[in-house]
């Protein structure tokens, strides 16, 4: 099938849902969703995806309790570390999206890392959106663009959506086709705003540690079954 949308970014969400059903404790749904990630990761290459973006840990999360934030930086960097070989098998270059400086050292250290060993990769370009919230990342887009006009590098009346685009973490991310969250929350929750201007949208109930292959493959399934108009009507599609 040709329909294999370009750039999907996931909301990996119901860890925490997962956890209590089975009775267990949220850092186990957490290690659990961690696999899910691994199998989606090499599904989606094995798809033809060429862009991934994972929201693994958003602006608000530091509002978690803190033993839950540590936990969640520890099992980031053990991830780097255990996966790492994974990507440079399957040619995959890491890059983040989001203010990789508030994050503890061993992380950004890791991440820092990974992103280098796998610069040259030429397959498919994970993305981590870690620290990320869409919000901020258009202030800080706005805030160097206003910056630029003071000084005059820019003038205003040149200011337009390509600039905005140059100046988001997402820069160099095509749009995104298609958007999927697990767990049966509807919402963006502060994940990219720019780059889902035309986004198709795909819900599912399955909470994220239960993803697998198989639901992957459903989504795009689903994905391939729309008609992506773009403000255009169905016929002028069609002709
Ligand atoms: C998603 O699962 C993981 C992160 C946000 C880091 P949750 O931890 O949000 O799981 P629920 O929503 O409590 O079930
Ligand atoms: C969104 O999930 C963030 C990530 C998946 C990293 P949350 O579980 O934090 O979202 P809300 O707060 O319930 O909307
Ligand atoms: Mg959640």
Same mark, same amino acid.
Request: glycine share 6%.
């Given at each position: 099938m040709s329909k294999i949308p370009k750039h999907v970014a996931i909301i990996m969400d119901g860890n925490g849902r997962w956890a209590k059903l089975q009775g267990k404790n949220r850092v186990t749904g957490h290690q659990q969703?961690?696999?899910?990630?691994?199998?989606? #990761?090499e599904e989606a290459v094995a798809q033809g995806i060429e862009y991934l973006t994972l929201y693994a840990f958003s602006t608000e999360n530091w509002s978690r309790?803190? /033993?839950? #934030? &540590?936990? +969640?930086? =520890?099992?980031?960097v053990s991830s780097l570390r255990k996966e790492f070989h994974r990507m440079v098998d399957n040619n995959i270059r890491l890059v983040s999206?989001?203010?990789?400086?508030a994050l503890?050292?061993?992380?950004?250290d890791e991440l820092l890392?990974?992103?280098?060993?796998? =610069? &040259?990769?030429?397959?498919? #370009? $994970?993305?981590?959106? $870690? &620290?990320?919230?869409?919000?901020e990342d258009l202030t800080q887009a706005m805030r160097t663009i206003a910056d630029k006009v003071?000084?005059?590098?820019i003038s205003p009346e040149k200011v337009d959506e390509s600039t905005i685009n140059e100046h $988001?973490?997402?820069?160099?991310?095509?749009? #995104? /086709?298609? +958007?999927?969250?697990?767990?049966?929350?509807?919402?963006?929750?502060?994940?990219? $705003?720019?780059?889902?201007?035309?986004?198709?949208?795909?819900?599912? =109930?399955? +909470?994220?540690? /239960?993803?697998?292959?198989?639901d992957l493959k459903e989504a795009l399934l689903n994905y391939a079954k729309r008609e992506r108009r773009f403000g255009k009507t169905s016929e002028q599609l069609t002709s």
């Open positions: 969703g961690a696999k899910s990630v691994k199998e989606i #990761v309790p803190k /033993d839950e #934030v &540590n936990l +969640l930086m =520890k099992l980031l999206i989001g203010n990789i400086d503890p050292t061993p992380v950004k890392s990974v992103i280098e060993k796998t =610069k &040259n990769n030429t397959g498919m #370009v $994970l993305t981590l959106a $870690l &620290n990320y919230g869409g919000k003071k000084n005059s590098i $988001l973490y997402t820069r160099n991310l095509p749009p #995104v /086709d298609l +958007l999927i969250r697990t767990s049966g929350e509807e919402r963006i929750s502060n994940f990219l $705003l720019w780059h889902i201007a035309y986004t198709e949208l795909y819900f599912t =109930k399955t +909470l994220w540690p /239960d993803f697998k292959k198989e």
